[in-house]
C-alpha cells in the first residue's frame, strides 16, 4: 500500500510539472545537401557541434544522415526537429554501413572531417526555416572494409559526447 502512495504521487507529480522533456531547447527545421567526390554521399553523417556553448543540459549535438540523394534534415530530440539557434562547428563521418553506427564503424573519410575544432564548414542555425549551403568533399579517397580486418581508428559517433 505504501509504495503505491508513493508510486502514484510520483506519477501525479510528473503529470503536473511535464517531466520528460523541459531540458530540450527549442529547435527549427534545417536540411542540406552532402556529396563526396561529386556523386551523394548516402549514410553519411553531418553533426553539429556547438561552439562555445551546449545547446541544453545534456549538451546534444544536432545531426542528420545523408539519404539516397545526399540530402539530410538535422534531428536533435526527434526525426526532422532540426537544431537550436547558434553557431556550430559541422563534422562528417561517412559509416561503411550507417545500420552499424558504433565504436567499431568503419569511416569512408578515415577520419578526415570527424574534427570539429579543425571543421572547414560553419553553419548557423536562426529562428524558422534554415537551408544549409552543400557540403562538397572533393579529392577524397575513400576507404573500404577488408574481410578479416578491424579498424584502426574509432571515429565518434553523433550520440558521444568527447572531443579528439
Known amino acids: 500500500m505504501k509504495y503505491t502512495l508513493i508510486l502514484g504521487s510520483l ?3 510528473c503529470l503536473l510539472t511535464g517531466c520528460g522533456n523541459d531540458w530540450h531547447a527549442e529547435t527549427y527545421p534545417a ?4 556529396t ?3 556523386a551523394a554521399a548516402s549514410g553519411a553523417v553531418v553533426t553539429l557541434h556547438a561552439v ?5 543540459v545534456r549538451n546534444s549535438r544536432p545531426y542528420g544522415i545523408a539519404d539516397e540523394q545526399g540530402n539530410f534534415s538535422l534531428k536533435t530530440y526527434e526525426a526532422d526537429d532540426g537544431a537550436p539557434v547558434g553557431e556550430y562547428d559541422v563534422t ?10 558504433d565504436l567499431a564503424m568503419i569511416d569512408q573519410l578515415d577520419g578526415k572531417f570527424d574534427r570539429p575544432t579543425e571543421s572547414q564548414w560553419k553553419v548557423n542555425i536562426t ?6 549551403a552543400s557540403i562538397d568533399i572533393t579529392g577524397v579517397t575513400l576507404k573500404q572494409k577488408r ?10 559517433g553523433p550520440e558521444q559526447g568527447s572531443e579528439k
Do not use: Y
Not at 31 to 34: F, H, L, P, R, Y
Not at 52 to 56: A, H, I, P, T, Y
Not at 147 to 156: A, F
Open 147 to 156: 574481410q578479416g580486418s578491424r579498424s584502426r581508428s574509432l571515429p565518434r
Open 36 to 38: 563526396v567526390n561529386g
Open 11 to 13: 506519477l501525479a507529480s
Open 52 to 56: 562555445n556553448r551546449k545547446v541544453d
Open 31 to 34: 536540411t542540406g545537401k552532402i
Open 92 to 101: 562528417v563521418t561517412w559509416p561503411v554501413d550507417v545500420t552499424k553506427m
Open 127 to 132: 529562428e524558422g526555416d534554415n537551408a544549409i
